[in-house]
Each structure stands twice: as structure tokens, then as C-alpha cells.
């Protein structure tokens, strides 16, 4: 632009406005972060404007502009945390190739998030007990969270039953629920009892649920005689 | 004791020394009572002198005349809990022979107390939670125990291996970290989630695990040639 020419006053304005909102997302950015260390440490629960206010050096009226109420920065974070979540575990996980690769790359990169949670504390696994009984909008957001997460799980594992990876006559939901225990047990092991070990177990435990849901892959339909492998069997409901 | 005689003053005394000390277990009880029923739906660390009170009806200084201090309560409370669940669960089930039917009791009832649990709240789960990263003695308290109670169970897969009813090579603490999950899944799942058949998913996890402990027994041992069937196992990590 040339010395003597002067913007017009309109564009100037423009600029104003888009550095502010600049400005404001940024300061939002800083909020959350904050407040997401919070919620680790202290749980969803724990978060306050006033305890956001002084982590952040700011002021309450400051954090309150920026979040308009305590709900509101609740759910705030547990979108930001579900975000990074998917960036960490979901977005990468799925570069892979349907089937037993995708769904192993989900699993491998959930027990690495937990892994380097062990100090801070997963938001999901200490929400779901804050909020268990705590029915509103903050739990509604924290369940919908969840439920996404195992939907994306779910479907991996019935790509992996429909590519024949899996026995036919898996059920997404019980090998669900049972990857899920193992994601549980490591959090409860390692974060509560400090017990070493518990990262490989989970691994351990991951192989054991794979292998029942594909090595039986030959286990006779309900009518059809059973071979003599299976005989043994002590499955007695399923 | 004829009309006419009086009690020494001395036996007097002793009985109202033994009265008021039964009267006080009595209150002590109403207040644990209480107490807990406040620790499923607070937490534990939901709990104070204050709220007891009045959820009882007394003085805070009556309670605090019991308890003496917050922690000394929740402590308390933690027992009182361990002790009805080693009721519930433990005692019956050691009256099952050893091995598989006594694990298959011990699961079985810890199961059905998870399921008692579901409106209320497991405060071995949730306090694991809450005092993950809180160091002191209710923390050590909780976590003693889960201990002792994982220890109990550690024993009963032990005992289930030596009398051959699981497999030789069976990892106790990995079988036990594969079952706590399950508990750990039904109690997100059925607690939070409000998935409907979370109780019938750990039971059939619970079998789905037993039949890997038991079917393979036949497995063949590293180095041993591996017999056809087992030829597309996928097991890695073991």
C-alpha cells in the first residue's frame, strides 16, 4: 500500500473486529486449556469460574464473558477433551485399513491415551462416575461423547465381522464390552492401585478377545454336530 | 432378685456404664447407616459431619462425638462398606468348594451385588476414582481393601489352577485384571450408559474368559510343534 493512501475506515473496522475475534478465540483457547488440566485433576465437578479465573490470572468477569456460565464451561470442555481424543485416537486409527487393522490401531492408540493419562486422569472414566448420578445437560454431553466413541467402535468391529475377520456370529456389543473392561481395569490398576504391569495386560487381554473372536471362527452353528476341538467346551451361555 | 433388696451401687453403674456403650454402638451404627447410603450418592468425599447431621437429625457434635474427624468418618465408612460386602459376597461364596465353583460364586455374587449397586453406586469403583490422585489415609484405607479383596480372588484362580480346573499356565493376576473389567464394563455401562443387558454381558464375558482358561489346556508349550488347530492362532503379545 502506498505511504499516503489511508485505508478506508470501513476496512479498518473489518480488521478490528477480525483481530478481536482473533484475540478471543485465542484467550478461549488459553481458558480451556486451563481448564481442561482443572477437570483432570479435579474432576468436571471441580471446575469453577473462580478456580479457572485464578489458574488463568484472569479475572472472573473475564472467564464468565467467555463461557456465560458454569454448565457452559463444563460442556465446553468435554467437547475440547472429545476433540482432542479424536485427533489422538480416532483420526489416526482410521487411516488404516478396515478390518482387524483399524480396529487394532483404535485399541493400540486408546491404551497409549490412558497410558499417558495414568498421572492426569481420563475425563470419560472419572465423568462417567462424577455424573453417574447427576442427570442434566453437563452428563448428557459426556454420555453422548462416549456413546460416539463406542459407535466408531462398534462399527470397526462389525467391518472386521463383514471382511471375515472376525467370526460371523460376533457380537459388537459383547466384544465391545469386553475392550472396554480391559480400558477400565488399566485405569483403575494403574491410576488407583498403582500396580505395574496393568498397560501389558490390557495388551494381553486385547489379544485373548481377538483370538476367541476369530480362532473359533470353525465352532459348529447350534444343530450341526460338534467336532471333537470343541467338545471340551464350558461355554454354557452365550 | 427379691423387692426388697437393692442393687450394689457399684452393679449400678456398671449397668449404666453397658447400657450407654450399647446405646452408643446403636448410634454409631444409625450414623454409619446413613453415612453410606449419603457416600454412594455423594462420594466419599461428599461426606461431612455437617450433611450427616442432618440427614440423621442430631447435633453436628453428636456425630462428631462418634467419629471425631471428617477423615476418621470416611474411614469408617469404607469399613462399614468392606465388611457388608465381605458379607454379601465373599462368605457365602467360600462355602463353595475350591476351585472353579468357588470362583464361579465369588463372580457370580460380585456381579449381583454390582447389579444391587446400580441405583446406588459402587463406593469401591467411584472412590477409586475419587481418590486416585488424592494421597492420605482414606486413599490408603480404600485401596487396602480393593487389595484385599483382589488378593481373595487371586486366591481362588490359584486354588482353580492347582486343582486343575484351569489351565497350568493360567496368569492369576492377568485372569483377575480380565474379570475386574468386566465389573468395571457392567457398572459404566449399566450405571452410567443405562445400556440395557450390561448384567448379561459380564456373565457371558465372565464364560467367554473361563473357556480360554480351560479349552486351551491342551495348548502346546513353546517349542512343542503346534498342533493343526491351533495354527491360525492370533495370540501376539502372551
Redesign the interface.
Known sequence: MPHDAKPAPEAVRERGRAGAAHKGQQTRATILDAALSLAS?MGIEGLSLGALAEVTGMSKSGVFAHFGSREELQISVIREYHERFEEEVFRPAIQQPRGMPRLRALFDRWIARVATEIDS?CIY??G??????RPGPVRDAL?GM??MWHGALNRAIQQAVDLGHLRPDTDA??ML??I??????LH??A???RTP??I??????F??V???Y??D?ARPSPGQAAPQ?AS???????
Open positions: 485433576s486422569g472414566i472419572s462417567a462416575v462424577e455424573f453417574d448420578d454420555a462416549v456413546l456389543m459383547q464390552f469386553e472396554h473392561g480391559l480400558i477400565l481395569s483403575h490398576d491410576r488407583f492401585l504391569g496393568a501389558d495386560r490390557a495388551h494381553t487381554g489379544e485373548r481377538i483370538q476367541y476369530t480362532l471362527a476341538a471340551s467346551g464350558v461355554l454354557q451361555t452365550s
